[in-house]
Nanobody
Framework: QVHLVESRGGSVQAGGSLRLSCAAS????????IAWFRQAPGKEREGVAR?????????YADSVKGRFTISQDNALLNMVYLQMNSLKPEDTAMYYC??????????????????WGQGTQVTVSS
């Protein structure tokens, strides 16, 4: 079992930055894939970034590549961050941290992830 808790999101103007964190508890020593998904009103949940904890390898959706960075705290095995730069109004959504053990799935299907945080709102104004 993995329990995930996201940090509070926030509101920023376009071009601004935010950092989200995801604290994992429970099975913190197993290999896992931790991802950030987002869901805007009326839209499907989409994956934006994921990290494979054993080696730190990362994957990004095209929509955020070059602007978002996912990372993990190697000293704190249970912390993953999402640094979001050059934010756009279309980045406005509820952001969720998700995890699956032990490997990252091939695609971005949210149904492949077994554990979810409660979500945190990010709002970007123009």
């Amino acid at each position: 079992q993995v329990h995930l808790v996201e940090s509070r999101g926030g509101s920023v103007q376009a071009g601004g930055s935010l950092r989200l964190s995801c604290a994992a508890s429970g099975d913190t020593y197993s290999s896992k894939c931790i991802a950030w998904f987002r869901q805007a009103p009326g839209k499907e949940r989409e994956g934006v970034a994921r990290i494979y904890t054993p080696d730190g390898s990362t994957y990004y959706a095209d929509s955020v590549k070059g602007r978002f960075t996912i990372s993990q705290d190697n000293a704190l095995l249970n912390m993953v961050y999402l640094q979001m730069n050059s934010l756009k109004p279309e980045d406005t959504a509820m952001y969720y941290c998700a995890a699956v053990v032990p490997l990252c799935p091939m695609g971005w299907a949210w149904t492949d992830f077994d554990y979810w945080g409660q979500g945190t709102q990010v709002t970007v104004s123009s």
